[in-house]
């Protein structure tokens, strides 16, 4: 469909398995996911640390892990760059990410290409009622790195980044994108994310009834998710299903160098990588010079 041309307003779906092999741990794998290794916060319950009711009464435990998974410490995968290959071929209608890690805009995928489905460290707000004020980022940064929890200037309460918590709506962006891009999508790419969480999990549901749906992921997922049942890999649910949704069981990341391969851009993707490479050590020279 894409080397044919009959795909050309892909959208891609994606959470936090596109992120594990840059070193930044998913939530829900079993032993290695996040939620499994919060014990030295002793939290009420995992979720409870990006949960905005807990986060007023607790804030350390969220800024000490965002001390870990602050952005900029992390090399984009070849999932991130598989999807700056689709952006650059002006075959990526949007990029739908659940992360918060920013590795899409560092693989150089253009903003206006990403919605991030649940925020990002990109801005901080006050969260005190009546007040919002904004912080640039390096003020919010220099307070994490410095274990110094950021309180707003004005009215003395926490600033968050705009990470959309449990309890909190998603971005305007989200709503004011989805219904337009998924009613012109003509080929949807799901790729590692369990589709635990609402309401991104269920834009599986949100595409034409034959647009075909690809999902790559360790385990299968997203079988009943969204109003139309979501994926339909055995076709038990109608003899056409078969033809429309795929299953590719397995390693993201080799799945997007495979995908690359066969449609004859595994030369790019080694490119965009390698200079990546060189740009991040560019940067990091003009900083110690
Ligand atoms: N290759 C393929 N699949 C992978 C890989 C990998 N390298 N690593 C992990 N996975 C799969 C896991 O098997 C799992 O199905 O990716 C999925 C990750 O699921 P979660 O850990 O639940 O992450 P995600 O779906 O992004 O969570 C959604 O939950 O806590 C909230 O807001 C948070 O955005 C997050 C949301
Ligand atoms: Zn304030």
Known sequence: MIRSGAAKNI???AGAGISTSAGIPDFRSPGTGLYANLQKYRLPYPEAIFTIDYFRKQPRPF?????????GQFVPTACHFFVQLLAQRGLLLRHYTQ?????EREAGVEPGLIVEAHGSFHEAHCIGSGCGKGFPQDWLREHIFDDRTPRCDECGSLVKPDI?????????????LIEDDFAACDLLIVMGTSLQVQPFASLVGNVGGSVPR???NRERVGETVGHSGGFDFDGKRSADSVHRDALVLGDCDDACLLFAEKLGWAGELASLRAAFTVRKGLEAGAGAS
């Open 63 to 71: 800024y000490v892990l965002a001390k870990e998974l602050y952005p």
């Open 164 to 176: 959309t918590f449990f309890g909190e709506g998603l971005p305007v962006r989200f709503f004011e």
């Open 214 to 216: 690809l999902l790559i």
């Open 99 to 103: 992360n918060i890690d920013c590795l």
């Open 11 to 13: 959208i891609v779906m």
